[in-house]
């Protein structure tokens, strides 16, 4: 009955506007950069282009994808994606799996965990035990010391928690062990929770730059995102492969703006797949009775 009350149907129209107004301010500078990225060098050197392209032109996208060290980039942050998920989500469903069992000393191993995210060893500590391990211009420099995530493995724990005891007490009944539990039972009713923490692992490592500039020394080993960050801020078009003779017809803003659009594009492409398991697999398991 609430519902149509005159004071649900305001909060209910200021709230969608409020949400769209955010919304749009979230798209804008992406359209943006879309829009420089499309235009000709003269009009993104003069500041000329806002939301659509001024002299609409894909040069940049051509010398973008004609540069071996972008495309390099590229590839290795799409393998440190793909190996350092499959990697964090096997880590977190085990622990989660475990620490959500009934067993003695779950309450020492519990806490455990939890005190690695107020206490680490911090930059320092990390970088010599990468470095005292050769991993050194490795992928598994990227991969392995974020491999296990705290955070992810409670709200697992939490959602295997949730589920009822019953199931797994009927599987038992019939002769189920802990792993075949753990993938006809608790694997399949956790698909919202690990799609959701997949997201959140893929969007890290797609991210993540900074740990590449500590750990790479060589910048052919650059993953994409310490590549954009060292060509962004340094504001050096040298490692572009952009021959002199094309800086007439391109811009350093234009072929910024499309490598920018070429690294975000995998996460704006597969989040749609995986939004709709997001808000559920985020509540469900956060509230227990």
């Known amino acids: 009955m609430y519902r149509n009350t005159m004071g649900y149907r305001w909060f209910s129209s200021i709230n969608t506007m409020l949400l769209a107004l955010i919304a749009v301010l979230c798209i804008l500078p992406l359209v943006h950069v879309a829009a420089v990225s499309f235009s000709s060098s003269s009009a993104a050197t003069a500041n000329q282009v806002y939301f659509w392209p001024v002299g609409f032109s894909a ?4 010398r973008t994808l004609d540069n071996p060290l972008f495309l390099r980039s590229l590839l290795l942050s799409a ?12 880590l977190t469903v ?9 067993f003695a000393g779950r309450a020492f191993y519990s806490w455990f965990f939890v005190l690695t995210m107020l206490f680490n060893g911090g ?16 992928l598994w420099a990227l991969i ?24 797994e007490e009927a599987a038992y009944i019939d002769g189920a062990g802990y792993m075949r539990s753990l993938t006809k039972i608790y694997l399949p009713l956790s698909l919202p929770s690990l799609a959701t923490l997949s997201l959140f692992a893929m969007v890290w490592h797609w991210n993540s730059w900074f740990d590449g500039l500590i750990y790479m020394t060589d910048y052919r080993e650059y993953p994409l995102a310490t590549f954009l960050q060292t060509i962004i801020q340094s504001g050096d078009m040298r490692n572009t492969n952009i021959d002199p003779s094309q800086l007439q017809i391109l811009s350093e803003r234009t072929v910024r703006s499309s490598q920018i659009l070429i690294g975000a594009l995998p996460i704006l492409l597969v989040y749609p797949f995986l939004q709709r398991f ?10 227990k009775e």
């Open 59 to 62: 040069e940049a996208y051509a």
């Open 278 to 287: 997001f808000v559920h697999g985020l509540t469900m398991g956060a509230v």
């Open 79 to 90: 393998e440190r994606t793909l190996a350092g998920t499959a990697l964090s989500m096997a």
């Open 123 to 138: 930059l320092i500590p990390t970088y010599l035990v990468v470095t005292k391990l050769e991993l050194t211009n490795t």
């Open 144 to 167: 392995l010391p974020s491999a296990v995530n705290v955070y992810n493995t409670i709200l697992m724990m939490q959602f295997f928690r949730a589920i009822p005891k019953e199931l």
């Open 94 to 102: 085990s622990a989660a799996f475990v620490l959500s069992r009934a």
